[in-house]
Antibody, heavy 123, light 107 residues
Framework: EVQLVESGGGLVQPGGSLRLSCAAS????????MSWVRQAPGKGLEWVSV???????YYADSVKGRFTISRDNSKNTLYLQMNSLRPEDTAVYYC?????????????????WGQGTTVTVSS | DIQMTQSPSSLSASVGDRVTITCRTS??????LNWYQQKPGKAPKLLIY???SLQSGVPSRFSGSGSGTDFTLTISSLQPEDFATYYCQQTYSNPWTFGQGTTVEIK
C-alpha cells in the first residue's frame, strides 16, 4: 500500500529547531518529487518546499534560508529541517508525493498525502 | 512568484446544484493547474490535474477547464460528500502556490 507517515511535530519555542520526518511505503522517495505543505490553524494550504528526484530543492519565500528539505534513500524517508522557528510557522505539516501525471508534459500533482504532523511555535 | 486568486471564498449550495469555482493566476501558467478537495481534519485530495484531467477514482461530476490565467472547477450535481474546501494550485513554476480556498457549505 502506498502510504506516507509524518512524525516529529511538537511544541517548540520561538527561535528553536525541529526536524520533521515522512516515512514512505509502497514507493521509492528518491524516484519521485516530494513536497511539504502546511496549514496554519483555520487557514488555507501553503506550499512549503519540494525536492526533485534529481535532488534540486525549492522553497516558499516565507521559509527560504530557515527550512531545509532532504531525503534518506536508505530509509525511504523525507525530512524537513526547520530552524529559527517563528510563531507564524505554527501549522499542520503534510508531506506529499508529487507525481508526474502525464506521459508527455510535465504535469505534476500531489497525489499521495500523509496524515499531517502538528508544529506549535510558542513560548 | 505566481499569485493565485480563487472566487468566491465561500458559497452555499444545495444537493443537486451545479457549482462553479474560479481560480485566476497572476501570469499565464498554460495548463499547469491542479484542484484539491479538503474536508475538516483530513489531508487534501487531488481531484483534477493539468487543468482538466480527472484524477483516477474521482467521480465524473467533477470537471475542470481553462488555460492561461483563468480556470474553473465545476461540480455538475452537488452531493452530500462534496461539502468541503477546494483549492487550486499551480505547478508551472517554483515556488508552487495554492489559492486561498473556496468553502462549499450546505444551504
Amino acid at each position: 500500500e502506498v502510504q506516507l507517515v509524518e512524525s516529529g511535530g511538537g511544541l517548540v519555542q520561538p527561535g528553536g529547531s525541529l526536524r520533521l520526518s515522512c516515512a514512505a511505503s509502497g514507493f521509492t522517495v528518491s524516484s519521485n518529487y516530494m513536497s511539504w505543505v502546511r496549514q496554519a490553524p483555520g487557514k488555507g494550504l501553503e506550499w512549503v518546499s519540494v525536492i526533485y528526484s534529481g535532488g534540486s530543492t525549492y522553497y516558499a519565500d516565507s521559509v527560504k534560508g530557515r527550512f531545509t528539505i532532504s531525503r534518506d534513500n536508505s530509509k525511504n524517508t523525507l525530512y524537513l529541517q526547520m530552524n529559527s522557528l517563528r510563531p507564524e510557522d505554527t501549522a499542520v505539516y503534510y508531506c506529499a508525493r508529487a507525481s508526474r501525471l502525464d506521459n508527455y508534459y510535465y504535469y505534476y500533482g500531489l497525489d499521495v498525502w500523509g496524515q499531517g504532523t502538528t508544529v506549535t511555535v510558542s513560548s | 512568484d505566481i499569485q493565485m486568486t480563487q472566487s468566491p471564498s465561500s458559497l452555499s449550495a444545495s444537493v443537486g446544484d451545479r457549482v462553479t469555482i474560479t481560480c485566476r493566476t497572476s501570469q499565464s501558467i498554460s495548463s499547469y493547474l491542479n484542484w484539491y478537495q479538503q474536508k475538516p481534519g483530513k489531508a487534501p485530495k487531488l481531484l483534477i490535474y493539468a487543468a482538466s484531467s480527472l484524477q483516477s477514482g474521482v467521480p465524473s461530476r467533477f470537471s475542470g477547464s481553462g488555460s492561461g490565467t483563468d480556470f474553473t472547477l465545476t461540480i455538475s450535481s452537488l452531493q452530500p460528500e462534496d461539502f468541503a474546501t477546494y483549492y487550486c494550485q499551480q505547478t508551472y513554476s517554483n515556488p508552487w502556490t495554492f489559492g486561498q480556498g473556496t468553502t462549499v457549505e450546505i444551504k
